[in-house]
C-alpha cells in the first residue's frame, strides 16, 4: 500500500449527516461535510487520548470527539477543549492530520500523503461525467483481495475471452485468437494501451446489444497505483467507459468503486440494466481473482511464469518499484508484526511545515 496517491474513500451520497469512519491504507479515517458542504478527512484518532473521532458528532462546523469533547475543524485543529479555562490556550499539538479531498464524479477523493499539490500524481478523470447525450452510474463493492490484484486484472486483458466468455467476443473467437497490445504508451503515472475486440456482437441476456459497424475496440490502463479504466468503443457512436477506484482498505482487502458512463441506453430507466450487467463482470473477476496465490502480489517474478502477453501487467508493477524507490510504499509487514497494538497516521501535507505531531507516521519501506 501507497501513500501519497489520490484514493476515493466514499460516493457523495455516503458522506451525509453523521461523521463517516472509512477505513484505508489499513488505518482510519473520518470523512464529514461541514455547513458550506465540502467534505473534510482527518485522521480518526483524537490527539487527546485516541478515542475515534467518527463516532463523535457534528457542531457546526467542527466535529467532536465522543470522550470529552474536543472539537476539530476541517484543518484538523483544535479549536475547543470544553475543560480548558478561557485564558488558556489551545496546545499546538492538538491537532489531527487533515487531507485534502475533491468531491466529484459522484465520488469524494481523498490525497492520502504529505506531498504539496503541485507534485501530486494525477487523478483518474470521469471525462464524460454530466455531458449532453451521456448516462453515469456510480457502483461499489468490497472484494476479499488486494488492490493491486484488481488493476492486474485489468492490465491483462486477455483473461476477457475466459472469465468474460459472453462479454463482447463472439463464441467463435473465444479463446482462440491473438491479442494484439496498440499504443502501448507508458509514463512515470500510467501505462495504456488498445486491443481490438472480433466484432461488437454482445450478449444481450448480460448487456443489451447495440446496432452498429464492428469496429469495437478498447482503449486500457492505470493511472496511478490503484485506478485503472477501460473505454470501449462498440460501435462507431457507441462508447462505453468504466472508470475504476480501487482503493486499499488493509494489505488483504480493497473497496472498488466504478463510475460507468455511455452514450447508448439513455436515463435512469435503462441503468438497472447497466448495474447489473457490471455486477455480473465483476463478480466473474471476482471468483478467480480471490483464488489468486499468493494474495498479494510477489516481490518479484520469481514465482510465477510471465510471458510477452503479461507486459501490461509488467509495466504496472514496473511503476510500483519506482513508487517503492520514492519511499512512498507502507512497511505492511511492520503493521502486521505490531498487531495493532500502536498508532499510526499516513501523514498529511501539514506534516511538511512542522514536526509537532502527536501521532507517528505509518512506517515506510
Ligand atoms: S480522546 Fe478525544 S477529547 Fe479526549
Ligand atoms: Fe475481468
Not at 484543518?75 to 491537532?95: D, F, K, M, N, V
Request: hydrophobic share 40%.
Amino acid at each position: 500500500m501507497f501513500i501519497n496517491f489520490w484514493y476515493c474513500a466514499a460516493t457523495t451520497e455516503n458522506v451525509g449527516e453523521q461523521p463517516l469512519q472509512v477505513r484505508m491504507l489499513g488505518q482510519d479515517f473520518v470523512l464529514f461535510r461541514d455547513s458550506a458542504g465540502s467534505v473534510h478527512c482527518l485522521n480518526d484518532v483524537c490527539a487527546h487520548r485516541g478515542a475515534s473521532l467518527s463516532h463523535g458528532k457534528l457542531q457546526g462546523n467542527l466535529i467532536q470527539c465522543p470522550y470529552p469533547g474536543w472539537r476539530y475543524d476541517g484543518s484538523g485543529a483544535c479549536q475547543h477543549i470544553p475543560t480548558l479555562p478561557e485564558s488558556s490556550r489551545i496546545p499546538a499539538r492538538a491537532r489531527v492530520d487533515s487531507y485534502p479531498t475533491i468531491e466529484k464524479h459522484g465520488m469524494v477523493f481523498a490525497f492520502l500523503g504529505d506531498l504539496p499539490e503541485d507534485q501530486r500524481p494525477p487523478r483518474l478523470e470521469v471525462n464524460e461525467w454530466g455531458d449532453d447525450g451521456w448516462s453515469s452510474i456510480v457502483q461499489q463493492w468490497e472484494l476479499g483481495y488486494p488492490y493491486m490484484r484488481a488493476v492486474e486484472n485489468a492490465m491483462d486483458v486477455f483473461h476477457n475471452d475466459f472469465v468474460h466468455p459472453e462479454f463482447m467476443v463472439p463464441d467463435a473467437a473465444q479463446g482462440n485468437r491473438e491479442v494484439p497490445l496498440f499504443d502501448f504508451t507508458e509514463t512515470e503515472w500510467n501505462t495504456t494501451f488498445m486491443t481490438r475486440l472480433p466484432n461488437n456482437e454482445l450478449d444481450d441476456s448480460v448487456i443489451p446489444s447495440v446496432e452498429g459497424d464492428s469496429i469495437a475496440q478498447v482503449n486500457t490502463g492505470h493511472i496511478g497505483v490503484s485506478s485503472y479504466f477501460s473505454f470501449v468503443q462498440i460501435s462507431a457512436e457507441q462508447r462505453l467507459c468504466l472508470y475504476f477506484y480501487a482503493t486499499p482498505i488493509d494489505r488483504l482487502h480493497t473497496r472498488l468503486f466504478l463510475v460507468t458512463t455511455r452514450n447508448f441506453m439513455p436515463g435512469e430507466k435503462h441503468d438497472q440494466e447497466m448495474i447489473q450487467g457490471n455486477e455480473h463482470v465483476v463478480m466473474q473477476d471476482v471468483a478467480v481473482i480471490g483464488g489468486i496465490r499468493p494474495y498479494t502480489t510477489p516481490a518479484n517474478n520469481v514465482t510465477e511464469l510471465l510471458i510477452a502477453e503479461d507486459r501490461g501487467v509488467a509495466a504496472y508493477r514496473e511503476r510500483v518499484k519506482e513508487w517503492t524507490a520514492k519511499g512512498w510504499r507502507i512497511d505492511s509487514a511492520a503493521l502486521a508484526a505490531d498487531e495493532g497494538l500502536s498508532v499510526y497516521a499516513v501523514p498529511s501535507p501539514a506534516r511538511k511545515e512542522s514536526s509537532n505531531w502527536v501521532i507517528n507516521p505509518v512506517p515506510l519501506i
